[in-house]
Nanobody, 121 residues
Framework: QVQLVESGGGLVQPGGSLRLSCAASGSIFRVNAMDWYRQAPGKQRELVAAITSGGSTNYADSVKGRFTISRVNAKNTVYLQMNSLKPEDTAVYYC???????????????WGPGTQVTVSS
């Protein structure tokens, strides 16, 4: 009943910027925390940024000062503004959300299918 869809990925030069979006839809009562993860080829998935429903944020050390996570609760949407991109930022970026289902009142974690970000000259 609940799905997440990411958008905004693509190919960008080093030093460039991209803005990722992720919208949660379906049978939703409330979306709690929303997160961005990434996984590079041959690497384990890592947490990039997280944001609570109240707007508190947390970032991986590797992206602090360059990435900004934000959300619009009324749209169940989370964003990741990525500036000063580096080749090592190349990865598939995944959206994650903690959701309370409408009617079921069950708290479950959902993942989007991912969007590719490639930083290369």
């Amino acid at each position: 009943q609940v799905q997440l869809v990411e958008s905004g990925g693509g190919l960008v030069q080093p030093g460039g910027s991209l803005r990722l979006s992720c919208a949660a839809s379906g049978s939703i009562f409330r979306v709690n925390a929303m997160d961005w993860y990434r996984q590079a080829p041959g690497k384990q998935r890592e947490l990039v940024a997280a944001i609570t429903s109240g707007g508190s944020t947390n970032y991986a050390d590797s992206v602090k000062g360059r990435f900004t996570i934000s959300r619009v609760n009324a749209k169940n949407t989370v964003y990741l503004q990525m500036n000063s991109l580096k080749p090592e930022d190349t990865a598939v970026y995944y959206c994650n959300a903690d959701v309370i289902g409408r009617g079921t009142w069950r708290r479950l974690e959902y993942w989007g299918p991912g969007t590719q970000v490639t930083v290369s000259s």
